[in-house]
């Protein structure tokens, strides 16, 4: 992450001071209905306020909520999808182009692969070819690198073998990522094996088993302490009874490397 | 290979005055965890040091080891891809472009394709193109061209029948490639026959079966015998206990055309 | 063929005095071993020296034999591929492109297309894709049209229905041809109803069942009677014990329009 | 001279067995009135049956004749102009572009430069980007390298300094040209020391001043004893009595290596 | 200069280890007359094996002198010329591009440009045009800044105000080069100046004064000490008696440090 276009961009959605990073994604509106996004402009204006470093959105709630996000935190710009009408998360459509994402203002632009599937060999190219527009133009790339898994219906139903977690995500680093996004093994040790054969920084997703709020605290916790910069988490903090008192939590953890007991006193503020 | 672009950028991959050439490819770590992948730099920096020619790599590795290899030695930009999590190494994908490649500096692309496979039709088209592009801006093609075998799903479990070998290289040769790189067939004999049959100069990939050093050493006399121009052997040489040693004892033969008894002498230094 | 660039490139391979074109194609080494093809400098200068009128080639063994041809006899670059070890002939793959074909310096592309096969859809497409890069540039275009007949897996083996040589071929023409190459039906009653309804020259391949040389120049002399322009023969020729007495042979039939007996006794000069 | 379409072409205005060029300009209709230019027709196909190697032509009289040379001799497409009417030699206009040089299946381009001129910084540049094109494509460019001389009005009239001509024509070489087309010096000594400075074949143009046929054999001997590879010389041979006789006697001069004496017999043939 | 292509491109002409470079312009010819230039190949063997990290030259050297130097050093191609024909040095024509160049295999492109001249406003742009073409692929450019000074007319005959020199030396950096070169003041103070006013590395032109050996050591010798990383030295090296013998005493002050006194030993050797 050396030249000057790719250092500015990034370092707008990774603090280069604190080396954490707070990315709220949005861009589940084509997954299923979920009331936190039928009109997000508060929720985002107070995610703003409480310290988040961006957002990753498709460029249809960006547009709505620009007033309340444009200028202040990082934008990162979704360009895969899949929808929970189609309902195979693994047939990640490839539906814009780099070059809109400069006419957006991005600062970033993310993809989802799944490393393994059948489709792998045009996934593979697909994203390589956006690596190579991020080059070009002097934009990150983050990447989203889930692998197949056994379980093919169900990517989202882990545990993974931390072993398969640890190439799909280096395959992201070797092809063209700047940043990677990734699942949580669920423990530090196995995931301070992957974030060490990733060449670049590493966030970990939210994912799909917490239910308990100072779980998520103790899991960034251990993140954090596995060596990744931080957390790419939408739902489990939008879906939280207070979204900007858990931001400001997970900062403490993050920022100020407070203890989870420290951390949680945020949540009743 | 005589245009001034594919002359100058050839000559750093192959030494113009002993026509040889020890290419070492660190392109692995899509297809399995490599401990000496984790962080390379220092025996990025002591290959160099020991006289290779150049390095194989993804954008990734590239990117992360710049400082160790920039400028000192060729750089051959990896542009297909399969992973270990896919396994199935015949679907290559086309992940990257020969524009991208000049972007990074690269002296020469590398594609892999298995000739014969189901996806032959594609796949040459694909590695045609590639060529195309590579002839326009004056940039060596290393076509990695492997016959598809009889056994679909274990390409590397040869041997091969030479004849096999023989069509599949020189389909290289003629779809563009301005240099080779296959598996050695185990005996000089039918080698020489695959090496005569190439318009272009010829390489050894390391392949899957000589576990022993000392075999290294004599199978690479073999090859040298044969008119090939010399290897490109990554994990036979970076899984090695002592990797400059074994690449000066490889020079040795490959330059200073040394016996393997003389060459051994360079393992223990 | 009337605009400047088509005129001037056709008649490099089809002599505008004599209206007689021999046209060697050399392109078989990615269909098997030919002992022939292994270094063809000597034999390319016997037949340029003998009087053919240009080589069909892939870019391999055009830059490799350079010296040998280049300006002195026309060069059609060949721009679709099948292996011997996919072996399904069929299955051609448009492995470069019209502009790559000018940075070579050829006189003409050459496409092969399977008239009937499943692929009909895309290789239609292509091929008609490739006539338009060609009528752009002023290049012609030499169309190999084969019925793709009743057995699928063993096209090389007919003789073919007349009626469905003459729809290929017109198909050729039709779709972007200039000139087409095509199988001899084994009779010239109804070769020349072939060569009536295309619209352009037809010349013929060597076809797979001629042993005796006497037999070729007596095809020879058929076809042009038929109204042909020519032929488009390579292992026919160059498996000859004595390649450039069989030219010399079949220019004396083709320009000089000799009887096959006063045309043999160039054998055996 | 070595990539395959440079070669190819170069080949087809330059014998490459003989290394000996004689180039026929008919370019000067934009330049007055010339009778032989009228329906130069039957003239162009004598001068093809006699032997020249090519043709140096504006687009509109290669399409008139079309029929007379198209590929049976090279084609040198002029893409510089400056009418008689503004009578300003030295104002050549770049009026053509190298992609209609391939449309119309010109083998090589030329173009005039003045070195030295107050629009030499224009002109340069022109001849620069022009110089780009033909290594993109793979085509020569002829190189008219003129000094401008201290009489600027009439640069026609030299004889020029030799030194003034050498730099000139290594203006040529150095900013991109193939080969070389400029005026003798008058004198064999100084004219060797021009081709030595050169790094491309010489040829020259027929100049202003010699008006006895014997003494252009005689200027021709001494320029191929100065090392130049042959002529380009348009109005001295097609407004001689007997153009092809006088080019039968220039191939024995250039070819043959005969005596003026000895060429002098074609003359009257 | 941190992204992969630049910083590959870079470390061939700027050795990374020892942060020095002697880079030898060949690009005269189009000035004058230089019997050192006439075949320079057995030289440029020379200067390759003594040491030197790269060459300036056109296209046309580059391409005659391939074999001596493709692949081994550094080519730094110039895209700007003036003749001595025109003899007004100040009116560069940017005559090629950067494209070109890629093709060609340069590892940089060299631009001059004569600060506050007339056409400034032409100039400033041809080059920030050639600077974002570097930026985009990845090859770093070679700004030659010159003041204009006070008299335009033999803008070589300094000694400059290192006041002007300053600012032209700035204006490279701001307008995108990567690497300067330009006249050294004379004096290491004020060359001190520029060094630390240039926000890239600095290097010498030979400049037009010195005439003894030892002066050009000791001129070395301060600009060393000044900061500056290199000489970019043509005539000042090829006329001198022994090009290798002077190069080897250069790289023992650069590289070794050496004083004046120690390095003229290599004078003789």
Redesign the interface.
């Known amino acids: 992450m ?2 000057l276009g790719k250092r500015i961009r990034m370092n707008r959605i990774l603090d280069p001071v604190t080396k954490t990073t707070i990315i709220i994604p949005m861009d589940h509106a084509v997954e299923g209905y979920f009331e936190q996004l039928e009109d997000p402009r508060k929720l985002i204006q107070s995610l703003v306020d409480a310290g988040v470093n961006g957002f990753l959105m498709r460029r249809g709630l960006a547009k709505f909520s620009s007033l309340q996000f444009a200028g202040r935190v990082g934008f990162i710009y979704r360009i895969t999808s899949a929808t929970s009408l189609r309902n195979k998360v693994t047939d990640q459509s490839f539906v814009t182009t780099v070059e809109e994402a400069i006419r957006l203002g991005a600062d970033a632009v993310a993809a989802t692969v799944f ?3 059948e489709d ?3 996934d ?2 697909m ?3 956006i ?2 527009e991020c ?2 133009w002097g934009i990150p790339l983050l990447g989203e690198m889930m ?2 898994g056994t379980k093919d219906a169900v990517p989202f139903d882990g545990p993974y073998s931390y ?2 977690v ?3 995500v ?2 992201g ?5 700047d940043m990677i996004k990734t699942y949580y093994t669920g423990d530090p040790e196995s995931f301070k094996k992957i974030v ?2 990733s ?2 920084p590493v966030t970990i997703a939210g994912g799909p088993k917490i239910r308990n709020v100072i779980d998520i605290l103790k899991m960034v916790k251990e993140v954090m302490n596995s060596g990744a910069v931080g957390i790419c988490m939408g739902r489990k903090i939008w879906t939280y009874e207070n979204p900007p008192a858990l931001v400001r939590a997970l900062l403490k953890i993050m920022v100020d490397k407070a203890s989870v007991e420290e951390a949680r006193i945020e949540l009743s503020t």
Chains 1, 2, 3, 4, 5 share one sequence.
């Not at 680093?173 to 990522?177: K, N, P, S, V």
């Open positions: 050396t030249e490393v393994g599937s792998e060999k045009e593979l190219r994203f390589g070819l690596a190579d080059d070009k692998p197949i072993e398969d640890r190439i799909a280096r395959v680093c070797e092809e063209g990522a060490r054969y060449t670049v």
